[in-house]
């Protein structure tokens, strides 16, 4: 059995795709068991590529295992009622149950939640959907690149036109929501002894994270534009071409502007530039000050000189560059993991880290994601079927 937090949990994860798989995925991280429960075809990200790795006859999409290690495989078919009387055994030992299908589609499975808490009535039931469990667009599909744009982040992203996410972040948001839901309606239960359902969606991910945007409109009634590489309440703070490879600066401070200005020669006081609110008015003519001077020197030379002045500043740095980054490997943030058909693979980590583990997660060890139904026999034989 797993170690971690969460080790005395069992968690059935009936979700697909990204949002559901992540929120499990985390409480995995944490030391709950994981079932996955999968149709006979397998989470749709198994087939999400290119690219797939491993042998012809078991190749691997790099989709899913990006978000389903820490768990085992279960094939089900919900549909046949011996399979359905299989979940129904599970659910009555389970802790937590996640779904993201469409409203609707697990009652017609014989699955309502009326059925989940008589089974077992400390059941914490997950929902996530695409816009919510009720109101007018209910019914809707959620995909993450739609629940981008309708949520607004898109309206806000990019340069000359909306742009999404590089990755799945309606997905993701909507994952950790719902992790952080599980775990407030788990500590609950210690003290009613009775599991609820927790609901979220991707476009209440989406409209959670606006902050300081959202706010720009709910109370100063101004409609956010693109923001594109600098920040639209903050200057100098973003991103400047050197003559070599961009760099980024933040100076959230007039404190970090006096000490850029005094790494740079310039006067603070610049009629102009003096205050925050001044710079943000004049960040077109601030970049082209600035972007004129980096140009002179490479970005080695000037991310050393602002470390030296205390201004934080970084690199654009490569996906192959993180992972090779030595704070990267510090932290734990690279994981290995022996999978039944790949061999060793490198993971992504966990994003959390706990005092007497030098890995991030909360356990010691990590397993690899399943392949499909890896796990038939060994779920079925703990269960006595």
């Given amino acids: 059995m797993a170690d971690g937090p969460l080790s005395d949990l069992l968690v059935l994860d009936l979700t697909r795709a990204l949002a559901g798989p992540h929120a499990a995925m985390m409480l995995g991280d944490l030391g709950a068991r994981v079932i996955k429960v999968e149709p006979p ?30 768990k085992e495989s279960l094939v089900l078919d919900l549909k046949d009622p011996a399979d359905g009387e299989v979940l129904a055994r599970l659910v ?23 059925r989940l808490h008589e089974l077992n009535p400390g059941l914490v039931v997950l929902s996530i959907t695409g816009f919510g469990h009720d109101g007018p667009e209910a019914t809707r599909a959620g995909y993450d690149q739609i629940a981008q744009g309708e949520g607004g982040l898109m ?22 929501n719902g992790a952080f839901g599980v775990l407030a309606a788990l500590h609950e ?13 991707l476009l209440a991910g989406m ?90 020197e490479d970005a080695e030379h000037w991310l050393q ?4 002045a ?32 790949l061999g060793s693979v490198n993971l992504p980590g966990s994003p959390l880290r706990f005092d007497d583990n030098a890995f991030s997660g909360g356990r010691a060890t990590h397993q690899a994601p399943p392949t499909l139904g890896q796990h038939n026999e060994s779920i079925r034989e703990w269960l006595g079927s």
């Fill in 310 to 341: 205390g201004v934080p500043a970084g690199k654009v740095r490569s996906m192959d560059d993180v992972y090779t980054w030595e704070q990267t490997l510090s932290q734990g943030l690279l994981l290995s993991v022996e999978h039944p058909t």
């Fill in 189 to 201: 239960r210690t003290r009613t002894g009775r599991g609820r359902v927790v609901r979220t969606s």
């Fill in 41 to 70: 075809a397998g989470d749709d990200t198994r087939s999400w590529g290119p690219p797939f790795v491993g042998p012809e006859d078991a190749r691997e999409s790099t989709y899913f295992l990006s978000a389903n290690r820490n």
């Fill in 155 to 176: 309206s806000i992203t990019g340069t000359a036109v909306p742009t999404k996410v590089g990755v799945p972040v309606a997905d993701l948001i909507a994952g950790m």
């Fill in 207 to 296: 409209i959670g994270v606006h902050a300081f945007q959202g706010t720009k409109w709910t109370v100063a009634g101004e409609v956010p534009g693109l923001s594109g590489d600098h920040h639209p309440s903050i200057a100098p703070y973003g991103m400047f071409a050197t003559g070599s490879a961009p760099i980024q600066i933040a100076c959230g401070s007039e404190g970090l502007w006096r000490a850029l200005c005094t790494a740079l020669g310039w006067d603070p006081a610049e009629e102009g530039f003096a205050t925050n609110p001044e710079r943000v008015a004049h960040r077109d003519a601030l970049v082209e000050k600035l972007e004129s001077s980096f140009a002179s």
């Fill in 305 to 308: 000189l602002l470390a030296g």
């Fill in 92 to 114: 009555e030992r389970a802790d937590v149950l996640m779904e993201n299908y469409r409203v609707g589609v697990l009652d017609r499975l014989g699955f309502p939640v009326s």
